[in-house]
């Protein structure tokens, strides 16, 4: 816990808001991210923190200053996703965990500030490894009246569930994240999810 305190909370400046010798959590813009140690288990997970459209090359500056940027090919750092019309560039934290920063042009979020942690917007994805992916997603679309993306990826090892402001990135068990080939592995996860005045709690267990 002290090495991921250091990374968040030296590194990448992130305000800890409260903490004990087993967990902490701060803000991210308009999300909380909490971390709790767990036992003789190694979790790796995916997330990814939205930030406005005009700051990616700022952010991949200011991120290479503390922890070095994963190759997203052989010619570039930023991975174009033109279908959502988003770019990003992935690191890892001290614990292996895939981070992305990420821009969706469509949304037109810019800020006149240099880039810092504050001009985060908030944490926009979070990887969802399963056996089933396409039983997963429609449980998911029954239980909680979240649909898939509408700019897609659907298929039967790999689908996408949310819109703009939040998703799921629902993957089978087995597969390997982007950029690097770490396997997708089911670890334990909670997630909040706020909008319109309603929460919805979906709780992963190992």
């Not at 959590?25 to 767990?38: D, L, M, P, Q, R």
Request: hydrophobic residues 40%; aromatic residues 14%; glycine residues 4%.
């Amino acid at each position: 816990m002290d090495g991921t305190k250091h990374f968040y909370n030296r590194l990448l400046e992130f305000p800890i808001n409260n903490e004990n010798d087993n967990s902490f959590n701060f803000t991210a813009g308009e999300s909380v991210i909490f971390f709790h140690e767990i036992k003789n288990q190694k979790p790796v997970y995916h997330f990814a923190f939205h930030i406005p459209s005009n700051k990616l090359q700022e952010a991949i500056n200011w991120v290479s200053e503390r922890t070095p940027i994963l190759p997203y090919s052989e010619e570039s750092l930023v991975a174009e996703f033109k279908n959502w019309n988003a770019q990003s560039f992935y690191f890892h934290d001290n614990n292996s965990n895939i981070l992305e920063f990420i821009t969706h042009h469509d949304r037109q979020i810019f800020s006149g500030n240099l880039f810092s942690m504050f001009c985060i917007n908030h944490l926009i994805e979070i990887g969802l490894p399963v056996k089933d992916v396409l039983e997963t997603c429609n449980k998911i679309k029954e239980d909680f009246g979240i649909d898939f993306y509408k700019k897609g990826p659907v298929t039967e090892n790999f689908a996408v569930m949310g819109d703009d402001d939040g998703m799921l990135i629902v993957t089978k068990e087995g597969n390997t994240w982007l950029p690097v080939n770490q396997t997708t592995e089911k670890f334990r996860l909670e997630m909040i999810l706020e909008a319109d005045s309603k929460a919805i709690n979906i709780k992963v267990t190992k």
